[in-house]
DNA sequence: TCACACCGATTACGGCTGTAGTCAATAGCG
DNA sequence: CGCTATTGACTACAGCCGTAATCGGTGTGA
């Protein structure tokens, strides 16, 4: 069962979640550049996310092509799930009340917000 | 500025928020059993947190009354925001357009939601 | 007064993380 | 055919984290 995905390592699946499969290289290319990071680095966080079953490689030559085995969507999920039980017992409402307190929603996104839950409804 | 705050961390914050000052004792007493901690585990992250700048402690005879620095309200919006910002491109409509998805919102969610938001238009 | 209990401080230690260097195999270049 | 560039594997290493034992000071009950 996947283990946990570190920071690090989940920069390296966004890369492969929007592209893949990838070689190293093309990853190492396509990681944010604010990283900063040597090619070597993306290789051992490729390694470690092999070794936790987010990713598998397929041999092509004498490289390796990568592709994401964990979902975005329940990596997504699952952190979601993980902050909300955390920090708002496990209810999204209060998250919801929270940044509305902090004047952190605009009107646009209050409206969107409003259309989705509509939908839910019908 | 206050460091990142641990995972373990955080749950002795949790019981500072909820009441303070506390002894070290006292803290002790009050985490959640299933954390199983010995008395000296939370000493330490005790002092990891002073050494964070999250809480400060002011003598009281022999021992140390702990109470916190860092308001929940703020811990609680920087984690927020930091899911937010990593997952959702910084925005709270596809959060909750995530969730949603998911069918993790019951109708009285929807309906409290609903009534946060109408709260904030008026 | 003296062993003890209690407290905070210091030290420990394995695991994970971030970041990268080195090694060994090999595929081409010249 | 030998040298070099590339590639994955292995190794490194400091810092944080979770979890705790131990040390040193001291007020206290016997």
């Known amino acids: 069962m996947a283990e946990r995905i570190s ?7 966004e890369v492969l979640w929007e592209e893949s499969p990838l070689t190293a290289q093309d990853v190492a290319e396509r990681v944010p550049a604010e990283r900063g990071w040597s090619a070597n680095t993306v290789k051992t966080l490729l390694g470690r996310l092999l070794a936790k079953n987010a990713i598998a490689h397929e041999e092509e ?7 994401p085995l964990v979902e975005r969507e329940d990596y997504v999920a699952g952190e979601s799930q993980r902050l909300i039980d955390r920090l708002f017992g496990g209810k999204l409402t ?28 019908a």
């Open 7 to 13: 920071d690090a390592e989940h920069a390296v699946m």
């Open 61 to 67: 030559g004498r490289r390796y092509l990568y592709r």
């Open 94 to 121: 209060p998250l919801v009340a929270h940044l509305a307190d902090r004047d952190q929603l605009t009107a646009q996104d209050i409206a969107e917000i409003e259309a989705i839950l509509k939908e839910l409804k």
